[in-house]
């Protein structure tokens, strides 16, 4: 098997268990307030609603109309894990469907993303598994035995990720983490969100966003200017 055809790399380290339990209590909205990396296309939502995802991130690659590799790695990823699928730009042939599904939530993966469409959504919704994509299509892949990568440097929706990275999936999107930024993000995503919450009751109480934001100010200032 040569390297250009297949590069199969080991699973990455998990990120520590604390760290992902912390994530999973913030928003990617939240976080997209101050953090600039890693947010993947919104044409990338979520198949079933309501779903929320931390987790270690496991990558793969695979060309066009051939899900090969997909087949066989889903044996290979660990429980816990979010197998994210960079399909090399194609938007129109489906990988993930009701047997990858399936086969996926038996293995005990966390959630999974698919840079193009999936396929067989009534599998997806009775299987309950956590998975985001381009939308639905009813073409779908084969086994041409092409090749692809399995756990290399990925694009996940515009958005570079690496084997390793944290995910945080919600309703708004998918969110990648760098493991060196992770520490940082989680302390201003917590502060932010008591914020938010404080702001909400204080808007519930009668309070103007306006006068909260400091918005209003600013146009005040601004009319009174010559």
């Not at 929320?52 to 090969?68: F, M, R």
């Not at 990568?149 to 929706?157: A, E, M, S, T």
């Not at 930024?181 to 932010?192: A, K, N, P, Q, S």
Request: aromatic fraction near 6%; proline fraction near 7%.
């Amino acid at each position: 098997m040569s390297n250009l055809t297949y590069k199969l790399n080991p699973m990455p380290a998990p990120i520590p268990q604390e760290k992902l339990d912390r994530l999973a209590k913030l928003e990617t909205a939240t976080i997209g307030h101050f953090y600039h990396f890693g947010f993947a296309s919104p044409a990338i939502q979520p198949v079933l609603p309501g779903k929320v995802v931390a987790a270690t991130v496991a990558t793969l690659a695979i060309p066009g109309l051939d899900s090969t590799l997909l087949h066989h790695c889903l044996s290979q990823a660990e429980p816990g894990y979010f197998l994210a699928v960079d399909r090399l730009g194609d938007r129109k042939y489906a990988c993930w469907g009701g047997g990858v599904t399936r086969m996926a939530a038996m293995m005990g993966l966390a959630g999974g993303c698919v840079d193009g469409p999936h396929t067989d959504t009534a599998e997806v919704i009775e299987q309950d598994f956590p998975i985001w994509s381009r939308g639905a299509s009813p073409v779908t892949t084969r086994l041409y035995d092409t090749g692809g990568g399995f756990n290399v440097p990925v694009c996940i929706g515009g958005a570079a990720v690496l084997p390793g990275n944290a995910v945080l999936a919600d309703e708004s999107g998918l969110l990648f983490i760098a493991p060196e930024d992770l520490d940082t993000v989680l302390i201003e995503g917590e502060t932010r969100t008591e914020r938010g919450r404080i702001n909400e009751a204080r808007i519930t109480g009668g309070a103007h966003l306006g006068d909260i934001s400091g918005a209003t100010g600013m146009i005040r200032t601004k009319a009174q200017d010559p």
